[in-house]
């Protein structure tokens, strides 16, 4: 190529960089996960041009759908959680994809391989998992509440149990790891009674099962069997947000800036970042800084760790599908146990995803799920394994697995964490989520800076539905006459 011709394609290729990095949208929706993929596909569909942008490289935030076993697994969000009015259940059915009830019957095994009282004790924990919702509390803690019901359900049901400190004191501690794997907590103590969260009606375990719970971001943008995708949108993944400057001039423009040192206009960004994120990052994110009540909203909000660690084996060799094989400890297998293998103790069951015919997940939540992110993959393989041993017991040969996955949530830079709960500690800030969700407004009042995400839910965080109702949410307040 002569030398004319290179200066010439030098130039046309600086410009043509110069204008995406300047290129103005109507609206930059940072992450796309259920959120920032609901209120980017909603925007789009009513005619506006959107931007989004990823960190990671794909698209799903904390729902991640992968091959694994004879199927597929899913590494994030596992259910819909309930029906109406659910936009992701909706979506679904309006598009004739199938999903699949999964029947989760607890299962109880203990660590001495044996199955005594399996029906009392899943009798009482189904008990126990009743009193999740229950609003007359004195207590502000759950498993405080828990505690003293359970005991005076006991002296009415079962006195003699009320005697046996040895099983009083295992099976609390089965229950508080129950509840832990329900919200993503430590400690049932931290779980405040007095949550806002609510439960869709309808089926509260309801699988995507071989389709995959990618399937609902392929349906919102279009792309489910090879669609087109929208022609509004335009999505850059592994591009990171390192600042978001929004002016408080009317009429002026958002700037965001990425790691890769591209800046992107919009007259409005919707930003859909886990709290976890916005934990790290919020003081060197935005400019001019968040006002108070929205740092305090950020700093209140907990943000709970929910972990899988799943194998694959050569074909399915357990009890029963599609339910929770529940481990419950003794005391004096517990004391046996090494300090550097306690994490063990926390795993609290296995369960048979729909996805997959040979794959079995195990669960682990908190400070212990975030341990387990950090030990060598052989040590989490081989001591599952034997774990798995011992509570299956002498009549049941566990096989060699044949893969593993495991999550991490924590310490992945783009999530830090699964999801949020009420705690008793945020429970002082009792505006926390709607001051969350507030967004942050030109001189004029217009909305510039918008936020969504599960934890901006008031009532279903923690869900995929409550965070694509928050996407929803942000998309119509930009939308106040559509009636997409």
Known sequence: MALRGVIALIFYLAIASAEESTMQYD????????A??????????????V????????????VKTVPFGDGVVELGAEWIHGQYPSRVYDTAIQNNITVLSQNLAVDVYQSDGTRDNHELLNGLIMYCLSLVDDTNAKEDSLGAYITRKLKDHLKETHPELLEDKDFLEEFLSLMDLVVDNYVGSSNWNDVSTATKYKELEGDQHLSWHRYGYKTFFELLLNTYKGGPGLANLDIKLNTEVTKIVW??????????????????????????????VLKERHMTLFTPPLPRDKVNAIIGVTMGVMDKIIFSFDKPWWPVSHTFLVFMWKGEDKRKVAKEDFWTTKIFSASTPMGSSNT????????????????????????????????????????EPTGMLRTTWYSNPYTRGSYTFDSVSSMKYPN??????????????????????????LTHFSTVHGASAS???EAMRLLPHSKI
Not at 28 to 34: D, N
Not at 365 to 384: F, L, M
Not at 438 to 453: E, H, I, Q, R
């Open 360 to 399: 079995l997940t195990l669960w682990t939540s908190g400070e212990t799920g975030k341990w387990v992110e950090t030990i060598p993959e052989e040590v989490v393989k081989r001591k599952s394994v034997e774990l798995l041993q011992k509570f299956l017991g002498a009549n049941v040969t566990i096989p």
């Open 432 to 457: 926390y989520r709607a001051d969350l969700g507030k967004p942050l407004p030109d001189s004029a009042g217009t909305p510039k800076v918008l936020f969504a995400g599960e934890a901006t839910d």
């Open 247 to 276: 002016p408080q001039q009317p009429s002026t423009p958002v700037e965001v800036t990425c790691k890769d040192g591209k800046v992107y206009k919009a007259n409005n960004v919707i930003v859909t970042v886990s709290v976890g």
């Open 27 to 34: 609206t930059i929706v940072i992450g796309l996960g259920s």
């Open 51 to 62: 931007l989004g942008l990823e960190a990671q490289d794909r698209i799903g935030g904390r």
């Open 471 to 473: 996407g929803y949410r």
């Open 36 to 49: 920032g993929v609901t209120a980017a596909s909603t925007l789009a569909r009513a005619g506006r041009k």
